[in-house]
């Protein structure tokens, strides 16, 4: 479907980031009035986000980062909203130059949105202008995840993966893509399985950016002395070993939710420290994701009052557990290790797994979003 047609649909609207500039005036007026806390004894992140370095990082957003050029930049993506299960879904959907490109619906995790696949889009839909193959092209749907963002949040508990993943089946039926891709990482390696669940017969593939096959306590047993060395590192990694948002959202997100509504330095340093804990790639934070990629992030959440909402995932699950998969279709990963591919083959038809692809941060797409592209091109060319 052309997006001249897409617009004028009575099902879909065209949509534009125009947040007022009184809401840019009172983030800045918090900023420059925050109530500093003193320093914990402890070296570096050892307490948490030091408090140096959270003062530079507030300094800059209040008085140097350009919300409106970063609003502009994500307006340059065509943006629309639709009523999906009672929902307003809001989504970015852009259309390759190449006619015959692949779809391919991209789910950001949490705490992220869509500013996630800013750097990823332009290399998957317009591999041309990148230096790669163009009949690997594709055209990207990136939804904003119900409760992130732009997209209404839920309105009862109860919402699983799955329910999301049925959204975004009647998006892509309602936008006309008879056959498509599905990836996603974090939150979105759970709702991208589900997608192929749901619709196997237009799915081609399913593409999870990590997390299939990690192994468990209840793995141990099975496990050669590698394997269990591995495991043990794992558990030693800042992502494992943190701040355990699961059992903190799980417990009391309303709670934790007016800190971070109503105190901007508060809720970015809850980012700083998850961001930070997602993050084993040996660098500092900042030369990893960049401050204005972390700044744009978490102002959408400011902006959007979606903190509290973003949370329920966490609330209404009881347990935290690793995606598990699907074999309805084929699954690639971008990185197999640290999970084991013996067990990810216990739930997935597995077709890709690199172990060779460049490392970095949680959030792949806004570390290495070139190296991520060509390596969605590489999974899909054969299931086109």
């Known amino acids: 479907m052309p997006p001249s047609v897409l617009a004028m649909s009575n099902d879909i609207r065209s949509f534009r980031i125009e947040i007022p500039?009184?809401?840019?005036?009172d983030l800045r007026a918090r900023l420059a009035g925050t109530r500093w806390p003193g320093q914990l004894p402890g070296e570096g992140w050892s307490r948490g986000v030091p408090v140096s370095y959270?003062?530079?990082l507030c300094g800059y957003w209040q008085?140097?980062?350009?919300w409106r050029a970063h609003e502009a930049r994500l307006n340059e993506f065509p943006q629309y909203t639709t009523e999906i299960d009672g929902q307003d879904i809001h989504f970015l959907h852009v259309r390759s130059p190449e006619p015959d490109a692949l779809a391919l619906i991209l789910?950001?995790?949490w705490p992220n949105s869509v500013v996630e696949f800013t750097d990823l889009i332009g290399p998957l839909t317009d591999p041309r202008a990148h230096g790669a193959d163009p009949s690997q092209a594709f055209h990207v749907v990136a939804p904003s995840v119900p409760g992130f963002g732009f997209s209404s949040p839920p309105r009862e508990s109860?919402?699983?993966p799955g329910r999301v993943a049925g959204i975004w089946a009647e998006l892509m039926r309602r936008l006309g893509y008879r056959r498509y891709g599905?990836?996603?990482g974090d939150l979105g390696a759970y709702v991208a399985p589900e997608v192929a669940k749901i619709a196997p017969d237009r799915v081609a593939g399913v593409y999870v950016i990590s997390g299939l096959g990690f192994p468990t306590q209840d793995d141990v047993g099975d496990m050669n002395d590698d394997e269990r060395a591995d495991f043990a590192s794992m558990m030693q990694q800042d992502w494992a070993k943190g701040v355990d948002h699961h059992g903190l959202l799980r417990a009391?997100?309303?709670?934790?939710?007016?800190g971070w509504h109503d105190s901007p330095a508060g809720a970015?340093?809850?980012m700083l420290q998850k961001f930070h804990e997602f993050n084993p790639a040996g660098q500092p934070l900042e030369q990893v994701i960049g401050c204005d990629a972390l700044l744009t992030n978490t102002s959408l959440y400011w902006l959007t009052g979606t903190f509290g909402s973003s949370s329920w995932p966490y609330y209404d699950s009881r347990q935290s557990a690793w995606p598990e998969g699907q074999r309805a279709v084929p699954t690639g990963v971008y990185s197999g290790p640290p999970g084991l591919r013996r067990l990810a083959e216990r739930h997935n038809t597995i077709t890709h797994w690199p172990e060779t692809n460049p490392a970095g941060h949680h959030f792949i797409a806004m570390d290495h979003p070139a190296p991520l592209a060509a390596d969605l091109r590489t999974f899909f060319a054969p299931l086109r």
């Open 252 to 258: 009391a997100p309303q709670t934790f939710a007016y």
């Open 63 to 66: 008085a140097g980062y350009d």
């Open 107 to 109: 789910t950001h995790g």
């Open 158 to 160: 109860g919402w699983t």
């Open 54 to 56: 959270l003062k530079e």
């Open 21 to 25: 500039q009184r809401e840019v005036d």
């Open 182 to 184: 599905t990836e996603g």
């Open 268 to 270: 970015l340093a809850w």
